[in-house]
């Protein structure tokens, strides 16, 4: 009785351990095989932009100052009206200038008689002294500048618009009293708006004239234009070391001065390149390796580490420089559990099965 428990015992024992060995086995198997997506390379184009900020600014957006002393009589236009050049604004008080007209006036005529007189008695009939004739001509021509000058100040009493604008703003009311260089209004052009912004000048050998910039605006992301840069400034700002770059905007009542604007530059193109994620680049001491499908002796597919050179980057994206090319089966997801040589599964990309799913 005794033997025969002994060889059932060692019998369940046998069994037990031939049971955790293949557990063991299928285990080890399982740890080995990794399932992983790939990806089969191609040539592609490659693309790096400069995202920047800039501001919607007017060619044409001043301060009009008075040019004489004067209360302010009255406005012909209103705040946030469109008004042609040459058009009048306001109109500041002129009485006293015409006044001083009416006199300079009278003293100019009587010093041009008496101008005139002298001249012909010292010079028909040899009467008086040239240094009289002299002191009569410039008198008369220090009067008549004089008048002239009188005459512009009153034509500036009248202030007009330089240019096609938009009233901004009315700073000074009527009945206030203006003086030479304070500002009565602000007048924005509604022609030729542009957007201005700094480029890094790290990218002064990149960026030029007529480059093509994509802009945005916050309140219409959706759409985006395409323009090209229309000015690149030929120096850099010593304190943000930046470049000034516009781009013309077309005509639209949609855009205001001093709006943010959004702006992508390409700062370098490559028509053919080997591009992959930066994520399916790993470190091996200080190579850079990625991990493409090949098969051992046996047939079986297996990772196999390739280093590479980096190139470009933009965003998540890297330019394989070398180590890869056409045709290559770039390992994806999966990749970062992967050793050298070890054996894979390639399984159908989550991407592909969605796309089946929606057929």
């Known amino acids: 009785m005794t033997s025969r428990l002994l060889i059932t015992g060692i019998l369940a024992i046998m069994l037990f351990v031939g049971c955790s060995e293949e557990e063991q086995s299928t285990q080890e198997e399982l740890v080995k095989t990794v399932n992983v997506e790939t990806k089969i390379l191609e040539a592609q184009p490659f693309e790096r932009n400069l995202k920047l900020v800039g ?7 001043v301060r009009i100052s ?21 058009d009048p604004i306001l109109k500041i008080d002129d009485e006293q200038l015409v006044h001083e007209r009416q006199r300079l006036e009278a003293v100019t005529a009587q010093a041009r008689e008496n101008y005139e007189r002298l001249k012909r008695l010292f010079e028909q009939d040899s009467i008086g002294s040239e240094i009289d004739y002299l002191n009569a001509k410039y008198n008369y021509e220090q009067n008549k500048a004089s008048l002239e000058a009188v005459k512009v100040n009153i034509n500036k009493s009248t202030v007009k618009a330089p240019f096609d604008a938009t009233v901004e703003n009315i700073v000074m009311e009527e009945g206030e009293m203006a003086s030479p260089g304070a500002v009565l209004v602000r007048l924005i052009g509604n022609k030729n708006l542009k957007v201005s912004t ?7 050998d990149v960026v030029n004239k007529g480059d093509i910039a994509r802009i945005w605006f ?3 992301p959706e759409d985006t234009l395409q323009l090209p840069i229309s000015f690149v400034a030929k120096s850099i700002s010593p304190q943000a070391r930046t470049f000034e770059v516009e781009v013309k905007l077309p005509e639209s009542s949609d855009y205001k001065v001093d709006m943010i604007a959004n ?6 193109t490559l028509d053919r390149s080997i591009v ?7 470190k091996n001491n200080s190579n850079d390796v990625v991990y493409v499908v090949t098969e051992d002796d046996s047939g079986n ?10 190139g470009p980057s933009y965003k998540n994206e890297v330019v394989i420089a070398e180590g ?7 390992i994806t997801v999966g990749s970062s559990f992967l050793q050298d040589d070890m054996r894979i599964t390639v399984v159908e990309s989550r991407e592909n099965r969605i796309a089946q799913q929606n057929l």
């Open 55 to 61: 501001t919607v600014e007017a060619p044409n957006d």
């Open 66 to 86: 008075a040019e004489v002393s004067g209360r302010i009589e009255n406005y012909f236009v209103e705040q946030g009206d469109d008004i042609k050049k040459g």
């Open 198 to 204: 700094g480029v890094p000048a790290m990218y002064a």
């Open 218 to 220: 916050d309140f219409q």
């Open 263 to 268: 702006l992508m530059v390409r700062t370098m």
């Open 276 to 282: 992959i994620g930066e994520e399916f680049v790993y």
């Open 301 to 310: 597919k297996i990772a196999k580490m390739k280093p590479v050179k980096l």
């Open 324 to 330: 890869l090319q056409a045709g290559d089966e770039l």
